[in-house]
T-cell receptor
Framework: DTAVSQTPKYLVTQMGNDKSIKCEQN?????MYWYKQDSKKFLKIMFS???????INETVPNRFSPKSPDKAHLNLHINSLELGDSAVYFC???????????FGPGTRLTVL | EDQVTQSPEALRLQEGESSSLNCSYT??????LFWYRQDPGKGPEFLFT???AGEEKEKERLKATLTKKESFLHITAPKPEDSATYLC????????????FGTGTLLAVQP
């Protein structure tokens, strides 16, 4: 019974390609997030959706586009991948925008 | 600017050797301070939320405390299974709900 799940777990691709990462939560939470964790393990918020509405949009290149088809799903699409996009991407969810966040297992993206 | 600093960066303990991890923060109106544990290759696992100075929370061998400038995660008689990276994050009281994370403390407990 995985609470927050992501697919794929690993993603290896060439520069310039377009890729998507999918996230689903079965906790009934209203708020979902995307984080990026760099090679130094620093975790930084990218986007947040509350009831399908975008509420946080950090300074992220517009090659990154989140999409929330419903409250339980938040996908991340990345266009024209660059070497610097290599990182681990985590999805998270919380009951509402102020409560504790629960993280998925991460997607390790490697851009060659 | 909101900032979170964790120390030490790495800590090696013998099994049973108690110690504390520090999380210092500057934030405009703290709404909550969160502690997470992260094992290699996994996502952060929620441990505690602290909301006001003087508050304490415990879970097994872990106890988190909060002052107006910092939080401590005390580990009593640690076991090897406590080895992980411990992350601290702050959430300020404005309209945005984003968490600002520290860079973590890598804890290794040797048997």
């Amino acid at each position: 019974d995985t609470a927050v799940s992501q697919t794929p777990k690993y993603l290896v691709t060439q520069m310039g390609n377009d890729k998507s990462i999918k996230c689903e939560q079965n906790l009934g939470h209203d708020t979902m997030y995307w984080y990026k964790q760099d090679s130094k393990k620093f975790l930084k918020i990218m986007f947040s959706y509350n009831n399908k509405e975008l509420i946080i949009n950090e300074t992220v290149p517009n090659r990154f586009s989140p999409k929330s088809p419903d409250k339980a799903h938040l996908n991340l699409h990345i266009n024209s991948l660059e070497l610097g996009d290599s990182a681990v991407y985590f999805c998270a969810s919380s009951q509402d925008r102020f409560e504790s966040q629960y993280f998925g297992p991460g997607t390790r993206l490697t851009v060659l | 600017e909101d900032q979170v600093t964790q120390s030490p960066e790495a800590l090696r303990l013998q099994e049973g050797e108690s110690s504390s991890l520090n999380c210092s923060y500057t934030v405009s109106g703290l709404r909550g301070l969160f502690w997470y544990r992260q094992d290699p290759g996994k996502g952060p696992e929620f441990l505690f939320t602290l909301y006001s100075a003087g508050e304490e929370k415990e879970k097994e061998r872990l106890k988190a405390t909060l002052t107006k400038k910092e939080s401590f995660l005390h580990i009593t008689a640690p076991k090897p299974e406590d080895s992980a990276t411990y992350l601290c994050a702050v959430q300020h009281g404005g309209a945005t709900n984003k968490l600002i994370f520290g860079t973590g403390t890598l804890l290794a407990v040797q048997p």
